[in-house]
């Protein structure tokens, strides 16, 4: 019974790469979160989404980031042309339901932009 | 943005003794979720509260909805070095965006 597999663990970019994050959620949950963390620091909403729609991305910063989440394969966060202060860990939380429901997190993408 | 305030900020603790650790919200939950965190890897859901007043247990932990919506409370009883960590609480602002806490970080010394 995996839980929520997120890919890579660590990723290393030079600004103005592309960083592109996966996020498998735990079987059986449509829903999924992303959040980013910063060092010492709680963890920041960015997107929900539902298989193929975008629910709520008041998080997301304007430029450069974007989410998606196929019918099939796993949800992927894309940041482009990364910047030093992209660094941050970005994690993947999935639930069964919207909502008030439980939300169960990967282990994060730490990535560090030099 | 929203943000859950949680206190204390950090706390250091000998192992055996209980602790204890608030969250407030400006605005009503209808739920309260309990994380931990340990170093490098991502939150663990602890414990889910659903209604006002509940109060609900994890083995050594214990946890309670506030009367008022607005708080939610958690209790480590008994603390081991494992329990060292930030502790976070989580509630929806909206019905899509889970908000965190501030966050706890317990230090336990021998």
């Known amino acids: 019974n995996a839980g929520v597999m997120q890919n890579p663990r660590h990723l290393v970019r030079r600004r103005g790469q592309e960083a592109r994050l996966r996020c498998s959620p735990m079987?059986?949950?449509?829903?999924v979160y992303w959040y980013r963390q910063l060092p010492e620091e709680g963890l920041k909403f960015m997107v929900y989404?539902?298989?193929?729609?975008?629910?709520?991305e008041s998080g997301m910063p304007k430029e450069r980031f974007s989410a998606e989440f196929p019918k099939e394969g796993p949800s992927i966060l894309r940041i482009q042309q990364v910047v030093r202060g992209d660094s941050a860990a970005y994690f993947c939380?999935?639930?069964?339901?919207?909502?008030?429901?439980?939300?169960?997190f990967g282990q994060g993408t730490r990535l560090t932009v030099v | 943005g929203q943000q859950l305030n949680q206190s204390p900020q950090s706390m250091f603790i000998q192992e055996g003794e209980d602790v204890s650790m608030n969250c407030t919200s400006s605005?009503?939950?209808?739920?309260w979720l309990w994380y931990k965190q340990d170093p490098g890897e991502g939150p663990v859901l602890l414990i889910a509260?659903?209604?006002?007043?509940e109060l609900t247990s994890n083995g050594r932990l214990t946890a309670q909805f506030g009367i008022t919506r607005k708080d939610s409370f958690l209790n480590i009883s008994a603390s081991i070095p494992s329990d060292v960590g930030i502790y976070f609480c989580?509630?929806?602002?909206?019905?899509?965006?889970?908000?965190f806490g501030t966050g706890t970080r317990l230090q336990v010394t021998l």
């Open positions: 939380a999935s639930s069964r339901a919207g909502g008030n429901t439980e939300a169960f």
């Open positions: 079987k059986g949950h449509s829903h």
């Open positions: 989404l539902q298989k193929e729609n975008i629910i709520d």
């Open positions: 605005s009503i939950f209808n739920t």
């Open positions: 509260l659903y209604k006002a007043g």
């Open positions: 989580a509630g929806p602002y909206t019905a899509s965006k889970l908000t």
